[in-house]
């Protein structure tokens, strides 16, 4: 591997993690100030995760079979940067269920491609993964409590224009991005082996509890804390501490796979979701809130880091792309759409800390699912 083939990937996980910093977790504070319900919330909440279901791992499935990955991941670039400028030009909820849906399908497989691009360029040394990834968490840290600021003082549309611009930046260095040299086509029936093979369904299953229970906590945070009294400088400050939370993991992230099995540090991610989720649900002022978002990193980060690298692990040759769309359909759509969904729900007739021990409650069982497989030596038949 040239190392000048990489210099593209620490600027755009930046960009790409700082502008999804500044949009996707003031959403719900957007579509509240628009005087919509909990469940309205919900909805729009979930339904563009529930889309990227589909919409990943078909992008994903045209690149591999194109063999090239570098035209759809600049279309999809263009086409949510489109998107998210419409939304704010929309105030009726009928119309922001199309609009919002639109977004998700351009959206969802951005990260899917670069992801896969990475590891495809990073060839033998695919641990180093986490630390290039590590840019993006600083994106995201860097960026969030900037936007916070400029909505409590101004209006909510900056998030929109400011996803936008750094999205602009991301599109023009992705233009320098190297194709594969190493892309493989396989038969058509390998592809099937990702939807029939039992590892891969209890590595999905696992993977759609750990999107529900971060759906729940990343959609509906921000909210409970509001109703405690932060204000949305405070609210971009817990994505800085969360940030910070996950530079180590990142950095050390190699270290961490080569010791341990990525079955097992997925199931110690859950377990920690699961603490995570009910500490918040004990909490009463805000700013403990800044003390339990030092969890990012060993919940979030650790179980996206390890299931990048457990999916291209068990890719079938020529199908990584479709790979890590799926993975990032299941984790990131359907399991944030039913974190959404259910969340919502209970989030306007049972009340936030209902929500916040559900998500517990679901971690904690499929942690105990994947520990008990890993100590039956699955491994590898997983």
């Not at 079979?65 to 940067?81: E, T, V, Y």
């Not at 009910?278 to 919940?299: D, E, F, K, N």
């Not at 021990?357 to 105990?368: D, E, I, M, W």
Request: hydrophobic share 55%.
């Amino acid at each position: 591997m040239k190392q000048t083939s990489l210099r593209w990937a620490p600027p755009l996980y930046f960009l790409y993690y700082a502008a999804a910093a500044t949009l996707l977790p003031f959403l719900a504070i957007y579509y509240q100030d628009l005087g919509l319900t909990g469940a309205q919330i919900g909805f729009l909440a979930g339904m563009p995760p529930l889309l990227s279901l589909v919409s990943a791992p078909i992008w994903g499935v045209v690149s591999d079979l194109m063999k090239r990955r570098r035209p759809s991941l600049l279309i999809a670039i263009g086409g949510a940067i489109l998107l998210a400028l419409a939304i704010p030009a929309i105030k009726a909820f009928v119309w922001l269920i199309p609009v919002t849906m639109l977004f998700a399908f351009f959206y969802s497989p951005i990260m899917p491609l670069v992801d896969t691009t990475t590891i495809s360029l990073l060839s033998a040394e695919k641990e180093r993964y986490g630390q290039l990834r590590l840019w993006g968490a600083i994106g995201w840290g860097v960026a969030a409590p900037i936007v916070g600021w400029l909505i409590e003082n101004d209006t909510a549309t900056w998030s929109f224009w400011a996803y936008a611009g750094l999205m602009g930046l991301g599109f023009l260095i992705a233009l320098g991005i190297p194709e594969s040299a190493h892309m493989e086509t396989g038969p058509r029936s390998d592809t099937r082996i990702l939807l029939t093979s039992r590892r891969w369904l209890v590595f999905l299953a696992v993977a759609f509890c750990g999107g529900m229970a971060l759906s729940m906590i990343s959609n509906f945070l921000f909210l409970f804390l509001r109703g405690l009294g932060a204000d949305e400088f405070s609210l971009g400050l817990t994505l800085t501490v969360a940030t910070l939370s996950e530079l180590p993991v990142l950095f050390f992230s190699n270290q961490l796979l080569r010791r341990w099995s990525a079955q097992r540090l997925i199931s110690i991610a859950l377990l920690l979701f699961a603490l995570r989720a009910l500490a918040y649900s004990l909490i009463r002022v805000h700013w403990l809130a800044l003390l339990i978002q030092l969890m990012h990193g060993p919940t979030f980060s650790l179980m996206w880091v390890a299931g990048v690298s457990y999916a291209d692990k068990i890719a079938p040759p020529g199908r990584e792309a479709t790979a890590q769309g799926l993975f990032a359909g299941v984790m990131l759509g359907i399991g944030s759409a039913a974190g959404a969904f259910v969340g919502g729900l209970l989030y306007e007739y049972a009340g936030p800390l209902m929500m916040f021990r559900l998500a517990a409650l679901s971690s904690l069982v499929s942690a105990g699912f994947i520990l008990r497989a890993d100590q039956k030596n699955e491994d590898h038949s997983l």
